[in-house]
């Protein structure tokens, strides 16, 4: 009996001195498959969460952008058609600003055929007219030397140029036109010979008188008018304006 009680105790002893190695083996010991596994999981989920998160919010982000880009793009868009537009307004009007006329003065009794010009600035209402009327120069079969005889007669040939101011009061449909400058006339003597029939020049004389005119301008349609008037150098005449 006393050998079996030794053995008792004995076995006892060991329990006791095994059982915390034991445990302590078991602590050491790596986390089994399924333990792993479930860990593992938890975080997979929670970073397909944050992705989830991250991925939405760039994608509000791109979409903000777009938008900003698209109303930018229209507003930029807008200013310059704006620009163009008004722009192009100006343009037309600054084209608009000028009007030039043809003027004719028939021939009468005291005076030759003329033509004028008129150049008329619509803001200001200043402007500028030339006139050219009869002959300004001698014919090309005239010899340019005195006649060697005294059996001719003399013709005369006159003409004349000018430049006159011009001052518009009125409205673009209707406008009364002063004018005031000065004019050249010339008077070319001829000596036609009654032997030959050949023609020698026989000098020439001019001067410089003052030159003045009222006339109106009626608009027709659109951008053409009608002027109408007299002229102290070129009597009555006529025309048509257009305007650029």
């Given at each position: 009996?006393?050998n079996?009680?030794?053995?008792?105790?004995?076995?006892?002893?060991?329990?006791?001195?095994?059982?915390?190695?034991?445990?302590?083996?078991?602590?050491?010991?790596?986390?089994?498959?399924?333990?792993?596994?479930?860990?593992?999981?938890?975080?997979?989920?929670?970073?397909?969460?944050?992705?989830?998160?991250?991925?939405?919010?760039?994608?509000?982000?791109?979409?903000?952008r777009?938008?900003?880009?698209?109303?930018?793009?229209?507003?930029?868009?807008?200013?310059?058609?704006?620009?163009?537009?008004?722009?192009?307004?100006?343009?037309?009007?600054?084209?608009?600003?000028?009007?030039?006329?043809?003027?004719?003065?028939?021939?009468?009794?005291?005076?030759?055929?003329?033509?004028?010009?008129?150049?008329m600035?619509?803001?200001?209402?200043w402007?500028?007219?030339?006139?050219?009327?009869?002959?300004?120069?001698?014919?090309?079969?005239?010899?340019?030397?005195?006649?060697?005889?005294?059996?001719?007669?003399?013709?005369?040939?006159?003409?004349?140029?000018?430049?006159?101011?011009?001052?518009?009061?009125?409205?673009?449909?209707?406008?009364?036109?002063?004018?005031?400058?000065?004019?050249?006339?010339q008077?070319?003597?001829t000596?036609?010979?009654?032997?030959?029939?050949?023609?020698w020049?026989?000098?020439?004389?001019?001067?410089?008188?003052?030159?003045?005119?009222?006339?109106?301008?009626?608009?027709?349609?659109?951008?053409?008018?009608?002027?109408?008037?007299?002229?102290?150098?070129?009597?009555?005449?006529?025309?048509?304006?257009?305007?650029?």
């Amino acid at each position: 009996m006393g050998n079996h009680f030794a053995v008792i105790v004995a076995a006892l002893v060991f329990a006791g001195t095994a059982m915390p190695a034991l445990s302590n083996d078991a602590a050491d010991q790596p986390a089994s498959v399924e333990s792993r596994h479930g860990g593992d999981g938890d975080k997979d989920k929670d970073r397909d969460r944050r992705e989830k998160i991250r991925l939405e919010h760039e994608a509000r982000r791109e979409a903000e952008r777009r938008e900003w880009e698209e109303d930018n793009d229209r507003i930029t868009t807008g200013d310059i058609i704006g620009t163009v537009i008004a722009v192009g307004a100006e343009q037309a009007r600054m084209r608009q600003r000028f009007a030039v006329g043809v003027m004719y003065a028939p021939a009468n009794a005291a005076k030759m055929s003329g033509f004028g010009i008129q150049f008329m600035n619509r803001e200001r209402k200043w402007g500028a007219s030339l006139w050219l009327s009869g002959a300004l120069d001698r014919g090309y079969d005239v010899i340019d030397t005195a006649i060697p005889h005294s059996d001719y007669y003399i013709e005369d040939d006159r003409g004349s140029y000018g430049i006159e101011a011009l001052y518009a009061v009125g409205s673009d449909n209707a406008s009364l036109i002063l004018g005031a400058g000065l004019a050249v006339e010339q008077t070319m003597y001829t000596a036609v010979s009654n032997v030959t029939g050949w023609r020698w020049n026989d000098g020439s004389d001019s001067h410089v008188g003052f030159a003045g005119q009222i006339g109106c301008r009626l608009r027709l349609a659109g951008r053409v008018s009608l002027n109408l008037g007299y002229d102290t150098r070129q009597s009555g005449f006529f025309g048509l304006t257009g305007d650029f």
